[in-house]
């Protein structure tokens, strides 16, 4: 696999959910490893974008300087470690709004290849949740799953070829090597 993009959903693979969503700084709290994940992934070349839907945004219960300060605080744990993102993409919509960017829909993973000059073979997408995975195969590109967040049941036959791993940390493994043997 000679990827070049790792496309990384936030809630649930980057730091931890809630149901009450991640509304303040002090609320978004990284899962264990997966910093160091990215870490890993910036290492060794790759590029490294968060692709996220924030319907909380839409729905009034954070505002924008909400949404750039928890991101902020993440950018900042990363500089620690010594790698950025490449790219902070996000959905600010609720599923109401039916836009073209929210996942299940492709559009903020489409933005993606658009921006890089990117061919679907080139990323992979690794979310935690169906829509996750539905918009990584509506774009073309490959997507994981993680057990970290919301469950992707691994016996619903729309996921038989979805490789599903425990977390961020034990995909980027898989991914790097299978980077080392192509």
């Not at 993973?109 to 997408?125: A, Q, S, T």
């Not at 994981?144 to 070829?161: C, L, S």
Request: net charge negative.
């Amino acid at each position: 696999m000679t990827v070049s993009t790792a496309i990384l959903d936030r809630d649930g693979v980057v730091n931890h959910d809630s149901e009450a969503f991640i509304k303040s700084p002090s609320e978004w709290q990284p899962i264990p490893g997966s910093l160091e994940a990215i870490a890993r992934l910036k290492h060794a070349g790759l590029r490294v974008v968060v692709a996220s839907n924030q319907s909380g945004l839409g729905r009034g219960l954070f505002d924008y300087d909400d949404l750039f300060a928890i991101h902020d605080k993440m950018t900042r744990q990363l500089s620690e470690l010594g790698v950025a993102l490449d790219g902070i993409f996000f959905c600010p919509h609720t599923a109401e709004d039916t836009c073209a960017c929210r996942k299940p829909r492709p559009g903020l993973v489409e933005d993606i290849l658009r921006r890089w000059n990117l061919k679907p073979l080139d990323c992979v997408m690794i979310g935690d949740s169906a829509t996750d995975i539905e918009a990584a195969r509506a774009a073309g590109v490959t997507g994981f799953g993680v057990r970290t967040g919301k469950p992707i049941d691994p016996t619903d036959p729309r996921w038989r070829d979805t490789r599903i791993f425990d977390d961020l940390s034990s995909t980027v493994d898989h991914l790097l090597a299978a980077r080392s043997r192509a």
